[in-house]
């Protein structure tokens, strides 16, 4: 079924929750009206109902494979690309001065997740692009620069970024791949990669790789690590291409889902060696990669509630579309009728709104963190933003996990076939909760570096301005909310002092109670922007739209929130169980 | 990799938990010895390791095809059914008095579990010979009994069960196939079925399908349906095979999982009409198919906790030997050793286990019911059965589901290729909850016939021998056991005066209500198991298993028992929310 961009959600956060006047009003982005806003977004509606989402269950059939070791794509798929990049979606959030167009985060995000939505094996290659001209820009040499990112912006040429070794999944410091230097200041680079997204297709004339390897007499570990930069085609002075570079793409991976988008076994240096250059300094490439996937994490959070959003579309059309039992009077009663399957709808659509919700917050403190003219105000939006991305993305794609499996349980048996187009979501969802790090690698990330580094410094702050909050919505009448959101706060303040005492003394209970930890701040989060929704939405009216997101809300905190606590007793009462245990009796 | 049936556990439970001797003690049961148990385990997971669960990857891959109009199976899933059924485990748990070898269900319910655990795929065809011999003894012709059901208890001939059309999912009363009287007794039937599970195949001479249709002029809806027996081919009177019958495959379904079982669209009388013979009375086919339905959903809740542990055989044996990251000494730490794999993998362990113990708990109750001397006892036990029944299915099912989420997360990248094969487990699990009665079908079941009809007798009464059980824990030494079980109850004391409540005057808050309810049940009755088992292992010794079995039941209660609480509130809290919710505005 068609993918339809959800306009109305998307505006109702934008103008209303997000305080969008605000954001375009900060310098640099002047040029972005209300107006032209709308545009974009009716634009991109467009493009991903048209001609994405078609092409999406077509690339899930069909799949990738090799063919005189060069990948072949979807059919379609090349001429798509083509019409994405000639319509300037590519440079969309790129920096102006690279020959991006500028646009704010806020403005972007929405935009991302329509494509997501529409086609998420599709969607993955774009943002490889944002990453490689990110690295390239930070510090490399300039020639080479000039060369590559006017090419990556416009989507003329695609990037990767290969990191992955077999030996070498989280923990990168095990990279073996070498790059040995050339008298020319070139390098040549000899290994092999695993899971490189779109590592070859037809898609660009070039392909630009972003390669992780240990230079000559490089110490082991982290410090050994340099970033290069590996094209498909070796570049000449003019910009046009030359000869092939010794990479390719030695195998496919046979997936669970994202079969339209290639996942690929990557050979560097086979036959002599793959041309590189070096990104900045050496024994700082795993301190640039970090850099390129925070920008890479937030855009796998969004895709949770992305596919959730395309999940929801098809079961609630399902809902009431098919017929089974009779209601009271005798006629044919559509499902969307039987008091369970509208339970799972709401828990969908609750969950998919909070985390929606949430990611376009984030979005705009990475504008006002980057533009703001109060360093102040910048910096608290930055640090809220580091506290929170790992719960970002360990979080939403939990979520968007779990929406696509009420989405295949409402179609009942239907949802076990194939041809019902709603199984692929469920297949294509599993991996968001693996790539760009675990919810494992995020919740160790959000305990240890956000919260105990820093003696809960920003998770503290967060707390202060959450507490406002529950008075204001008891005031407005939302006794349930405020009581429900109160005590959601004051939960999360028991767990961070749990978090605090434990660091000290039992870093081990701290580092098992992570994920119940990430889970349950993700959860609380979701009913702050729920209840902020609820604020605005019955200030502004009283139409079906305001009233729904109202009723929304309740639900979530009703329904979905009691779940925070659950995750708050588990990770304070079993962490010292779960270390104790004796891993022989597992 | 290959499935080793968790011999120990499953010995733990029969030997301690469910007190085997006094079942094997109860009329009917004398020949059941110690001995005799042990070695038809050991048989069954002989054969489970051996021939099933290597054909399990390979049915996945070949899955199943349409040739010439019949259906071809995977390789070497003929030659495993000859093999399986000439081992006699086809008739193992049905009645001596029609060939069968007549064990109880204590025993019969380990055994089907290996099967579905090696194979999920092919263990769906034996339980459908079980169904039909349970259906064609009800009331059937005595010809056509002697003709029938010896081959059906030897495996020699198949079953199916023919419910299903596209119009009547759930609400069988929809069911449009009609079946017309001949001169001789017999009927023709016409009409098309779908989702019937190995509707055809070449394991067996014949098939013998079990079908609901119309009568002519009978009645609308439920009270118009009969139960017919209609083999694919004819059988002469001295039992050997006549004419082909005019039914047939006419489509497969192509599937998210269990590629190895044929799930087909099956037509009847498309040349002239099948001929089949009425099984018991005009109309009260129905009532015949339920009586075969409660045994076909004990044994898919049994799928649960099967398929459970085939995925976390699989995760354990990765995260010992997978190596990510360094121990402190610097020596290559395997991911078991990473909090967060460990949590995952006890919870996994958590779960299984507590809804094995169910599992086996409940076989125990269905022996106790059919063969206790004391009519009371026996009667007690049927009711409970009944009671929790849809508790069974409902959550084993789902906690299968979670724990094979798990098993592919601990895999990380590895777990989102086909080639680890821990996928396929995430992928048959799938159906579980929504097969045999969804879930929601299920807690509908639970909330409307088992709790309100009778004004909550039965869980009354559950809930009354739940009580001395805090009272022993504490005794035992088990504070934190006892105090989290007895709030547990305290709680499901609750949800029933609740629910009783809102059965009286808002009946459709009990429906929104019934899958959390039945969520708090399955959990609190999770707990109830392992504390029982916490109080046997520490009184049996203090071996590393037993020692294991105790830290288990401590971190059930304390990391998965608090998830019951959260669906108690999200019951009570939010059911009038979802009924008085706009439906407009999803």
């Known amino acids: 079924m068609t993918y339809q961009a959800p306009l109305r959600d998307m505006r109702f956060i934008l103008d209303h929750l997000v305080d969008f006047e605000a954001i375009t009003a900060l310098p640099g982005c002047e040029e972005v009206t209300a107006d ?15 001609v994405l989402s078609p092409l999406d269950r077509l690339g899930d059939r069909q799949g990738c494979r090799l063919g005189n070791g060069e990948v072949i794509t979807p059919d379609g798929w090349a001429a798509a690309y083509r019409q994405f990049a000639a319509s300037g979606w590519v440079g969309l959030g790129m920096a102006t001065e690279h020959g991006g167009q500028g646009l704010p985060k806020i403005l972007a995000t929405p935009v991302a997740e329509m494509w997501h939505a529409a086609n998420l094996s599709f969607s993955l290659l774009p943002p490889l692009n944002a990453s490689a001209v990110e690295a390239l820009r930070l510090a490399t040499d300039e020639r080479v620069r000039a060369l590559f990112v006017p090419r990556l912006v416009s989507g003329e040429w695609a990037g990767t970024m290969a990191l992955t070794e077999s030996q070498a999944g989280s923990d990168l410091a095990a990279i073996r791949t070498r790059a040995e230097a050339q008298v020319d ?11 490189i997204t779109y590592g070859d297709h037809p898609l660009t004339s070039n392909i630009v790789h972003l390669v992780l390897a240990r230079t000559a007499d490089a110490p082991p570990g982290i410090k050994g690590i340099s970033l290069f930069v590996v094209p498909k085609f070796l570049v000449n002075e003019d910009g046009s291409l030359g000869a092939r570079n010794d990479v390719h793409c030695i195998a496919l991976e046979h997936k669970l889902g994202l079969h339209g988008s290639p996942t690929c076994v990557m050979s560097f240096g086979e036959a002599g060696g793959a041309v590189g250059h070096r990104v900045g300094e050496i024994g700082r490439g795993l301190e640039y990669m970090f850099v390129m996937m925070n920008e890479m994490r937030f855009g796998t959070a969004l895709q949770g ?24 009077d005798g006629s044919p009663a559509a499902i969307i009728r039987h008091a369970d399957v509208k339970r799972m709808l ?5 969950k998919l709104m909070a985390s929606r919700m949430l990611a376009y917050s984030a979005a705009a403190w990475f504008d006002i963190a980057a533009r703001h003219a109060d360093a102040a105000v910048a910096e608290k939006h930055r640090r809220r933003l580091d506290l ?12 968007g996990n779990e929406v696509c499996e009420l989405a295949v349980q409402i179609h009942g048996g239907a949802g076990f076939v194939e041809e019902t187009g709603v199984a692929q979501h469920y297949r294509d969802a599993r991996i968001m909760t693996i790539y760009e790090g675990t919810t494992g690698i995020q919740a160790g990330d959000l305990v240890g570096r956000k919260i105990l580094r820093e003696r809960g410094a920003s998770l503290l702050a967060l707390l202060d301005d959450w507490r406002p909050l529950a008075g204001e919505l008891a005031a407005a009448g939302f006794a349930h909310l ?9 939960d999360v303040a028991q767990t961070l002092a749990w978090l605090l005492e434990r660091g000290n003394e039992r870093l081990a209970e701290a580092q098992a109670a992570s994920v119940p930890v990430l889970r349950q701040l993700g959860l609380v989060c979701g009913a702050w922007q729920m209840a902020r929704a609820a604020l ?20 979530y905190c009703a329904h979905v929130l009691p779940q925070a606590a659950a995750w708050a007793l588990a990770a304070r009462d079993s962490a010292a169980l779960c270390v104790d245990f004796d891993a022989e009796a597992l």
Do not use: C, H, N
């Open 536 to 555: 605005v939405a019955r200030r502004l009216g009283d139409d079906v739209y305001q009233r729904g997101i109202v009723d929304l809300a309740e639900f």
């Open 482 to 490: 405020s009581s429900r959101f109160d005590a959601a706060i004051g």
């Open 36 to 50: 032209l806003a709308g545009a974009i977004l009716d634009e991109a509606a467009k493009f991903a109902a048209g």
């Open 185 to 195: 200041g070139s390098y040549r680079v000899f290994g092999q990669k695993i899971f």
């Open 305 to 328: 509630p992305a596919l959730a959003e395309r999940a929801y579309q098809q079961a609630v059309a399902y809902a009431r579309e098919r017929v089974q039992g009779r209601e009271r």
């Open 346 to 350: 709401l828990t969908m659509r609750a």
């Open 388 to 399: 929170l991305m790992p719960v970002l993305k360990g979080w939403l794609t939990e979520v």
